[in-house]
């Protein structure tokens, strides 16, 4: 189609504008959404911060009876399961990262597996919580009946192994990522020199990889902290600051998940606002170290 | 390219078809508002009576054709909801208090429905039949018993055969009036029960688990062996849970029935219908009985509300509190008694819309 | 000399056969949890299953049809919502390589991939259910489009970006106007890529439910009104596993069966997608 008028011609300019005004306002909307995100959790969360303030970290009385508000249970809760589902689950994902990374880099054994992997991360956290529930939840209660503890088969222990199965896939993927970034010549000259498979990825590979491992973990670590349904489920929901693998406790997900329709209070209300402030934070600065070490890591 | 082309158009196409119906379903239904018959309600709040709310909409809904769709998050969250007006109406075990009146934007009626107890249900081998105190009951919660061949137990139950296991408290994680009717009676029978926990619709428990709902407390029950909870006698009952026979104020072992629990009602209620029903004074009731309420506001006229929609909650609940009869006694949940049907009626009859009566 | 070299040989094999083994521990959970879920699943499905509507608490024969409806319609409206919105960002995002904004909106993306579903919860029910005065339908659809957005951007970016210059430098010289070029020619390049982004965003959230507690509220009724309460697969499959009744429980098994096939067909379908029409040039 020939343009020819100036008529044609002011159109084309004017939809030309359009589309990059749209463009840019579907791109600046997002960054826009994040910030008020932000804003809407501070502004909610501030008759908690007024009232309980610093408080709200380390009391340990979470009491909505007599209005006291101390979150520290839910940190413990939430530090506890996440950092032994991690315990749990380095070791998983670095083997599997290396047998997809290393050792078996392509071929039907790799695709199988890392079709595996991948839909790990597909099945829904409700249903992970709804099979723990009936067939981890016994499984745990006749080991603790064993060895005499209270056989509640809910609690820490459960919830950091489902969680440890749902954030091996995303430790995967990025460790995999930066394990095949590893440069051919550097493994070769060290195989020339006789290495053996073990020695190169102890002395080259995972020296290499380091800090993008490292992201990778973070990275996990920030999905097992923000883990809601099956932890919700698997948990016992119990206001005490967990003291061993086998506590019954909360974090803070499960408890924004179990009280938050019913928080009749201000205060009460707030504080879960503030509890989901907590998370957005904590999750945010854990995503952008995360994110910025692997692209680091991917440049150079 | 071009096979995917028309793919993509033809699942936009279907999304906007089907977005276009929902969005034309949405006219439909506010025209219809005026009718009858497609009416939805939306209501929240208290499991306790959920079996039996579930069962009465879904006949009312036969009847009528208007659909409830009742949410059991608890008491709490009926409150909740209710005072932020995302609900038609709330339910609730217990009155709310006068803080909760006060901080509400505008007067609330309480109803009473009908009438529960709350039993003491435990998961032994055998499923024998315990009969406790309330002092005994007490301790076990506090933690303070912490084996089911403790002395105490073993003393009021000669008869029965307890294991050397550990007792597993279960409780409720969300606000509930299960909670609040059970900590209630705890408070009123135990000194240091009631210095700490207290009572409330969620408590800072000294020891156990929390499960969410009457369902979860029940499931989690049913599968720790070893384990005690409370809960609304329905749900015992339809999961062949055993339960306690509690000792009352007159000093009578008293098994929760239709008719103990009718009987605990025996007593003055104000005009409010906010009254508590523990520990009763009457010989043969159930020391933890309560009635279990509706909430609404008391001028309907708020927010976007229509005069029909509002018509047709109050509508419901007078159907409610005069046909729960044939529809509670079989599911376990005693009706109300006159003195309290009258109350509950009275109540009702002063909701208005605008200045503008509805029944 | 020579026993070191063999130790040496011992511990490589000794290290490749750990990894092997705790590489195979780790595809057993999908395994038991896929065999649980078929096994009793099945035995949940029947016709009823399908057209019924839950029954109350002691009645048999209930099904999830409110459930399979109210999911199909929090999804399709969430995609209307973050589809746009996702692809006009993602081609920002891969037009506009070196701005500011683009490196901004690039750290929100990746900030707003790691936020939990429940704060995004929280967030939609202080912006749009206290605002509308009730859960709805429509709160829900857009708590799931926030949590689709990140994953429809970063594949429309991703697959944009592999898309050689010399194309839209041709269309460009031909005199097609900049817009055109990139609706016409640009993006239906790389549409198998930006597709497959959106399945696998719808898969994500088709098991969502966090979100959805404080949203979509639940009903027992079929809902087609987006301004009502609705419910969906994975709200009821978590009240009904943990609720006591045996009937129930079935109910929850047979969801969870539906559920999971969704899922892994949709999670299939852009495996096909991206091997089979891969974007390439």
Redesign the interface.
Known sequence: MP?TTDQQIKG?NF??F???K???I??????I??FC?FL??VA?SLPSINTIGIKFIYGVTWDPVSDKFGGFPFLAGTLFTSLLALIIAI??SL??A??LGE?FRTGLISAI?K??????A??????????G???LVPLIRSLETKIGVAPYGVGILTSSIILS?MI?PYAVSLTVQVITLVPADLKEAAYSLGA????V?RNIILPYTRSGIFAGIL?AL??A?????AVT?LIGNSHIVPVSIFSPGNTM?SV??NE??EATGKIYLSA??EM?LF??LV??I???IG?SVIKRFSIS | ?KT??SA?SIVILT?VI??A???S??KN?NAKMTGSSDI?L?A?GATFP??LY??L??EY?KQTGV?V???SIGSGGGIKQLQ????DFGASDAPMSDEELQTSPGAIVHIPTCLGAVVVTYNLTGNPVLALTSDVVADIFLGKITKWNDKRIQGINPGVKLPDLAISIIHRSDGSGTTYIFSDYLSKVSDSWKNKPGTGKSLDWPVGIG???N??V??LV?QTPGSIGYVELI?AI??KMPFAKLKNKSGNFVEASLKSVSASADVSIPADARVSLTNTDAKDGYPISSFTYILVYKDQKY??RSESQAKSTIDLIWWMIHNCKQYAEP?NYSSLPVAALKIAEANLKSVMYGNKKLL | MVTTIKY??F??KL??V??????T???L??L??LY??FREGISAINWDFFVNLP????ETGGGIVNALIGSV?LI??A??ISI??GV??G???S??RNTK??Y??L?????????????I???I???V??TM???SAISGSIALS?MM?PSI?KSTEETLKLIPNTLKEASLSL?V???RT?LKVIL??G??GI?SGIILSI??V?????PL??TA?????I???????ISSL?AI??NY?????EDWHKL?WGA?FV??II??FL?IIT?IAQRK?KVQF
């Open positions: 343009i084309i939809s030309e359009a589309f990059r749209i463009l840019f579907s791109a600046i909307s997002i960054v959404l994040l995100f809407t959790l909610s070791p998983f083997s599997v290396l047998f050792y597996f079709n595996i992997v991948e839909l790990l597909a099945i829904p956290s409700v249903i992970y919580g709804f099979w529930l009936f067939v199965i091996v053996t498979r073990l020695e990825i990275l920030g999905r902290l923000g883990e809601t349904m489920m997900a924004i998940a938050f329709t879960l606002i989901g998370l957005f999750t945010t854990i995503n952008i994110r | 390219m995917f082309k993509l999304a089907i977005i119906m929902a969005f379903n949405t239904e939805e939306t929240a959920y079996p579930s069962k909409f879904y809904n659909k769709n009742y949410q932020s007006k995302t609900v499960a969410k709902g369902e979860g029940s499931g049913k749900y339809q999961n927010g976007t599911l | 040496r040989e511990k490589n290290f490749k750990i990894i092997i083994l705790l590489t521990v780790c595809t959970p999908l038991l949890v649980k879920i029954k109350p608490v002691g319609l399709l409206v995609s209307v746009p919105l006009f960002t081609i920002y995002l037009e506009y904004l683009s901004f909106t750290l929100s993306v990746d900030v707003l991939t790691g936020v939990p579903s429940i704060v919860g929280i967030i029910y202080l912006w259910v206290k005065g009730g859960f926030v957005l951007i005199g106007p900049y817009y990139i239906p390049a549409i198998t597709l898969a994500r088709a098991g969502e439910t966090a507690l404080f509220f639940g009903n027992p009724f809902n087609t009104n987006i301004l009502k309460p994975p499959i978590f596993a943990i609720s006591p009744y929850a969870s559920l999971i899922v892994l999670n495996k029409w």
